[in-house]
């Protein structure tokens, strides 16, 4: 790959420069280039970069950036390096710049409820300081250690986002820095806006092929009233998943609805060294539901508990403590790490029309069994988000090809449902190489053209997104 | 403007060819042009285009954007032609695309809550479809003859974005052609997806300076349940506006918190020939509250009144039946006619975050004291966006300067409190020169070299968004 690389190379004088602009002990070579060099994606491989810079303000983030456009450096952003799909992997060397050092919450407005905190925030410490104040960030994607800023770079999504939404409804505004060095600030403390183009909406989820997102304007809500979830046995993984579409078309919005099979349930309990009850069933729905109040709750769980019970369920099960609940959502948090730490060799994160979920994963299920390797599913079956884990070990990387091919057929597959390739995760690297299954050659080059009016040299974040040209 | 215009003419040949795509009863001429020649854009002067054309499916707007961007004949789009800032008028003459004929209802979605239409679908004709099919959209600009694609296209509000958001926020997908013929499908019925770049968002609020929105996929709810409605007349404007944060701040989101003053009342009821309880008064809050049951509106009703009343409110009207209600509600969206026969000079859109709404208002009606020019305000006071009426007729021409240059200091005011000059009708021709106010040299730039993504020859509503270069 880097024998045809368009880049140039980090010079001991460009590395001068970057010290003169952020400090000699922010400019990072040598050993500490591990911990740059990769994310969470499974089976990603580790892409040292050339240095690692970690800038203080917008204006130094400027100042790298120019020094890289000068010289043809590619810039890979990085946040907390949290991400699945590869994004955050400087797969071509160069620069990886990292918003570590940009964490500080700047603002929160009680009165206009919004939250503006630089993108190295981690979505933990956000948390923290809007529940002081009183207030909520609603969306969280399974794990609290993410950047804000990477959380808009992949539009990250979550669990509630059939209620809720994804980060995209949440984010008023940014600053963001081109390639050129010009910082551009986007939206403000307000949703109705008519002034133009919304340059908010289309920086977030472009995964940092545009420009270095710097500062975030977020949307806040009053914190949660009371909460309650159901879990719920079935004695099979399509009756689990055939009563949710029934659930939302009675107009019921529990703030999740996640579903998971027996086998990750074991996979789960074997890492986590937890059990859960109702083990030894086939499927489980997890739902949760949100209300101001106890009756409010009380009036959804008596909707939503016969329309389950009719369609297969075992029984319902309210974990009654707050302990008890805690442990559901832990359990539920922990299934990522367990998955990986079992040797899953790719996941997939397609999303479908939620009415579509039951066939989609009765195909994928049989295109596992087709291709020889074993599938379980989980996922967001409220918003139709499903999570593919191709398992088994691939020590000698005999089953590359296949996995490839069998991701291939499960995006495809999705696609054919009406539904495209990544819900929340991104395409990064990984996934990069399926966009063409989910848009045409003219959507393809349109999104290439819009990236050239930000970066026209290429070096934001290379390789991402779009495949090998 | 016409002699340095870069675009070509419409000549017989090209009529021709438009002809051969749509027959001939749709390419239209002469005398029916001036139905195509402008929008409900106050003192917006007419500017008939060479030809209206009017296609009945995507494939013919894909040959008439070819003819015309082979010839580069300017290209403006039209739904009903009800904005407000001559968006639809085409100021460079060349052909008017009225999508008037698209107007099919596609596809609505009982299991996934969506609605697919054709661009020229009116507002009234999807209400009356969705409601049919026990669903409801919730987005209302106050004119239920506009165009879905034209909703779409200026990202219009109305008086719900402090609960529901605007339009942006209920579009899941979109058709759309660019100027090269090419026809884009983009989302589809999902709210998750992190798959490349969003061209869905991106298109919407563009006011047809990049494509030819086709067809629109829109997301639905459930019908709302109950609503009341409250009327509270204030001692003065500044504690009728002043109420609206602390509501707010209380966690409290009513369905919409109007304001207007006595003046307004006065000429509204003039235009209407009908009163409103408590019209002495100097200025006033309406506020619609909703809920699933009787109980959750009384809740509500309980909460905000005592806020009210301890800031100024001298009584709270209920109009208890259904017929008052509709009355109040219809009252309120006449006022953009009554303001508009009445001889307004020019009406202003700004947003700025709710809370600056009480320093913004007062500061701009010192300006209209100092200015001379008289001023009537109204407006969404819970999401900020506050219309500002410069009043008086101009029958000569001598107070279009004046008016200009206090509409410039109203933007400016807005922009300095961190908001910005449209919140919902969009800047069209009737904004375009204070756009710079609000975006700078940066951004603008950043934007044309988007626009050029789309439209390299620039023939896509041109003179609109952006000021002349």
């Known amino acids: 790959m880097e024998s045809k690389s368009p880049f140039g190379k980090v010079s001991a004088e460009i590395l001068a420069q970057l010290a003169a602009v952020v400090g000699e002990n922010h400019v990072l070579t040598g050993d500490g280039l591990e911990n740059y060099a990769r994310d969470e994606m499974l089976g990603g491989k580790s892409f040292p970069p ?16 120019k020094i890289a456009e000068r010289n043809m450096i590619p810039v890979t952003p990085r946040g907390s390096g949290t991400g699945l799909s590869g994004g955050a992997a400087p797969i071509y060397g160069g620069i990886v710049l990292s918003l570590e050092r940009m964490n500080k919450i700047l603002e929160i407005d009680r009165n206009n409820f919004t939250a503006y905190v630089e993108a190295g925030v981690t ?102 009233g009371k909460t309650e979830i159901l879990f719920i046995p079935f004695h099979s993984l399509h009756d689990a998943i055939s009563c949710v579409p029934e659930i939302l078309r009675q107009g019921l919005l529990p703030a999740g609805i996640e579903f998971m099979e027996q086998d990750i349930v074991r996979i789960t309990e074997q890492y986590s060294g937890t059990t859960i009850p109702f083990r030894e069933h086939e499927a489980f729905l997890l739902i949760i539901v949100e209300g101001a109040n106890e009756d409010e709750i009380q009036q959804q769980m008596d909707a939503i508990s016969p329309i389950c019970m009719s369609n297969g369920a075992i029984d319902i099960f309210l974990p009654g403590t707050e302990r008890a609940k805690r442990n559901l959502m832990e359990f539920r948090e922990k299934i990522y790490y367990a998955l990986q730490s079992y040797g899953t060799l790719d996941i997939a994160d397609v999303v479908v029309p939620r009415s579509a979920i039951a066939e989609f994963v009765e195909s994928i299920k049989q295109k596992g069994v087709d291709s020889g390797i074993p599938i379980i599913t989980l996922g967001h079956a409220g918003d139709g988000n499903v999570h593919i884990c191709l398992m088994g070990k ?66 934001m974040n290379p390789g991402k997104i779009f495949g090998e040209d």
Chains 1, 2 share one sequence.
């Open 50 to 65: 050339e240095v690692a810079v970690r800038p203080a303000t917008s204006d130094e983030v400027s100042a790298i950036l």
């Open 123 to 224: 979505l933990a410490d956000l948390l923290k300081a809007v529940a002081e104040q009183g207030l909520h960030y609603p969306i969280y994607p399974g794990e609290s250690g993410s950047a804000i800023g990477g959380n808009v770079a992949t539009n990250a999504g979550g669990m509630r986002a059939v209620k809720d939404g994804v980060t995209r409804n949440f984010v008023l505004g940014l600053e963001a820095v081109l390639p050129s060095g010009e910082i551009i600030s986007t939206g403000g403390k307000y949703v109705k806006c008519s002034t133009a183009y919304d340059l908010t909406q289309l920086l977030i989820g472009t995964e940092g092929t545009m420009a270095v997102i710097t500062r975030v304007l977020l949307k806040l809500v009053p914190p949660p």
């Open 394 to 459: 691939d020590p000698d990387g005999t089953l590359y090809g296949k996995t490839k091919d069998l991701m291939k057929a499960i995006c495809r597959e999705g696609v054919a449902l009406g539904g495209t390739i990544s819900g929340e995760h991104g395409l990064g690297f990984a996934k990069r190489d399926y966009l063409t299954l989910a848009a045409d050659e003219s959507k393809v080059n349109l999104m290439k053209r819009i990236k050239k009016a930000f970066d026209p040299n290429g070096i």
